[in-house]
């Protein structure tokens, strides 16, 4: 086999992978687009299957990512080849729409951690006046304790 071969099965193994990856990073900033969805209509329980189904996708780029270790970087292999250059510059476009989308994901994920933590403190602030409510409520629906004795007729 000569190098030019293994630099091209390389190269496509490789570009590969990358689309592999694009693919389910592109999932992520999908699911992450309905969990900000959810979180605006209140679905809390849609929302926890989602972080379920977007940890699955995570696991899935980190195969990935373990299986591009593997490989050596594609910037440190020379070759003056034609092809080489042609797979250099696909790797390198879906590198960059993978690191921009990440991006894209961080955004929504600050938004929606911020959308969380408002809903909590309201949440936090709802119980807080719930309980208030009950312990008023208990103050004027407490009988009497009855302190003097009672009296009993029983004569008829």
């Given at each position: 086999?000569?190098?030019?071969?293994?630099?091209?099965?390389?190269?496509?193994?490789?570009?590969?992978?990358?689309?592999?990856?694009?693919?389910?990073?592109?999932?992520?900033?999908d699911l992450t687009r309905e969990q900000q969805v959810l979180l605006q209509e209140g679905c809390y329980e849609e929302f926890?299957?989602?972080?379920?189904?977007?940890?699955q996708v995570i696991d899935e780029i980190e195969v990935i990512n373990l299986a591009l270790q593997e490989y050596p970087s594609?910037?440190?292999?020379?070759?003056?080849?034609?092809?080489?250059?042609?797979?250099?510059?696909?790797?390198?476009?879906?590198?960059?729409?993978i690191k921009t989308t990440?991006?894209?994901?961080?955004?929504?994920?600050?938004?929606?951690?911020?959308?969380?933590g408002k809903q909590l403190e309201n949440l936090k602030k709802d119980m807080v006046a719930m309980h208030q409510n009950r312990n008023r409520q208990s103050v004027y629906d407490q009988?009497?304790?009855?302190?003097?004795?009672?009296?009993?007729?029983?004569?008829?």
């Open positions: 086999m000569s190098d030019s071969t293994h630099l091209t099965d390389l190269a496509t193994e490789i570009l590969s992978l990358m689309l592999k990856k694009k693919y389910e990073v592109e999932k992520l900033l926890l299957t989602l972080l379920q189904s977007r940890q594609f910037n440190e292999i020379e070759s003056d080849s034609i092809n080489h250059f042609a797979y250099h510059e696909q790797i390198s476009e879906v590198s960059a729409e990440f991006f894209d994901i961080w955004q929504l994920e600050q938004h929606n951690k911020q959308e969380l009988r009497p304790v009855q302190t003097d004795g009672a009296f009993l007729d029983r004569k008829k």
